[in-house]
């Protein structure tokens, strides 16, 4: 198929409102394209202008009309703020005569409220509804916190979720020895997507059964298989505090687990509300963490001994490439 041409827009944060600590991904995604992708796709900012009264506006200094555009967009520190942003570029965007507009958000926490429990909102329904009536033609991201979270998104504005379990699991094997070695699934909701990881290893796999005491609090409950003598590997989609994964690793090294390294696509690690740092925990108790750079850390050297973290933007950067010439993507994921 014939390919077309597009822009990456990078949305700008003005780092004295501390909206980001970056936005430095699309910067990296634009680097891994393949030089001929370059010069038909250019970079292009969308730039914060601020006003006295604390509100502000994206202003996108280069045309876009005719092309389509993809939005790298990461996870603010304030991800309230951070949605208006990106909604108010998704808007200036379209009124700009953009052929289509896609998001590739790298993380979207709100998709974690997929349900309701009384007087509450569906909220991962109420963002795919945003992203429509801003003007997103496709919303992309990485590994949702439940896979159903695709259904609050319509046929107008899809949303369109990628595996990282083949890709985490490759990088893994490239620099560890898979000897002696379990993988577990943190919960009984991690079951499915675990499974994938351990079968992308070629290794067994056991189940951790927990109960919610907490909106971010869990209590072990019971292990389903055997870990005694064993290497095992966590694995599940997001690190929120870090309590609970570092109770699963307890849990683990109480029943006869040798080592528990602890694996997610997305790594937070926000403080909890009793003030506690699980990156300094972390450190201090020698454990090991491996995700990929979906929410934007600045590990200190200390930190990075024990954090190994995989990069998103080339598989980014190949899943536009792809997509520009009309290529399958799910082709190159299974591959």
Not at 294 to 322: C, D, G, K, M, W
């Amino acid at each position: 198929m014939n390919s077309y041409s597009y822009t990456i827009i990078v949305p700008f944060y003005d780092e004295k409102r501390g909206l980001n600590l970056s936005s430095k991904m699309g910067e990296r995604v634009y680097d891994e394209l393949p030089k001929e992708e370059q010069r038909r796709a250019p970079l292009a900012y969308a730039n914060e202008v601020l006003f006295n009264d604390g509100t502000f506006k994206p202003q996108i200094k280069d045309s876009v009309r005719g092309r389509s555009v993809y939005v790298i967009n990461e996870p603010s520190i304030n991800p309230n703020e951070g949605l208006i942003e990106i909604l108010m570029i998704i808007d200036a965007l379209r009124r700009s005569d953009a052929r289509e507009i896609v998001v590739f958000e790298t993380y979207i926490p709100f998709l974690r409220q997929d349900r309701a429990s009384g007087r509450e909102p569906i909220t991962s329904r109420l963002i795919g509804d945003m992203y429509l009536t801003a003007g997103a033609n496709r919303v992309m991201t990485f590994h949702p916190h439940v896979e159903q979270a695709v259904m609050a998104f319509g046929s107008n504005c899809p949303l369109e979720a990628f595996p990282t379990y083949k890709y985490i699991s490759e990088r893994y094997k490239e620099g560890n020895g898979l000897e002696n070695t379990v993988v577990c699934a943190p919960d009984l909701g991690a079951v499915k997507v675990t499974r994938r990881f351990a079968n992308s290893l070629g290794l067994p796999m056991v189940i951790i059964n927990k109960e919610r005491t907490g909106v971010d609090t869990t209590r072990v409950e019971q292990l389903m298989g055997d870990v005694n003598g064993k290497r095992v590997i966590t694995f599940d989609d997001v690190i929120d505090t870090g309590g609970s994964s570092i109770n699963a690793h307890d849990y683990l090294i109480q029943n006869g687990a040798t080592e528990v390294v602890i694996c997610a696509t997305h790594l937070g690690f926000n403080d909890d509300r009793s003030g506690l740092n699980r990156r300094e925990e972390i450190v201090e108790r020698g454990i090991k963490v491996i995700g990929t750079d979906s929410i934007p850390h600045e590990f200190t050297e200390r930190e990075l001994e024990y954090f190994q973290v995989y990069p998103l933007a080339p598989l980014i950067a190949n899943i536009i490439t792809l997509r520009s010439h009309g290529e399958s993507i799910s082709h190159f994921f299974n591959s």
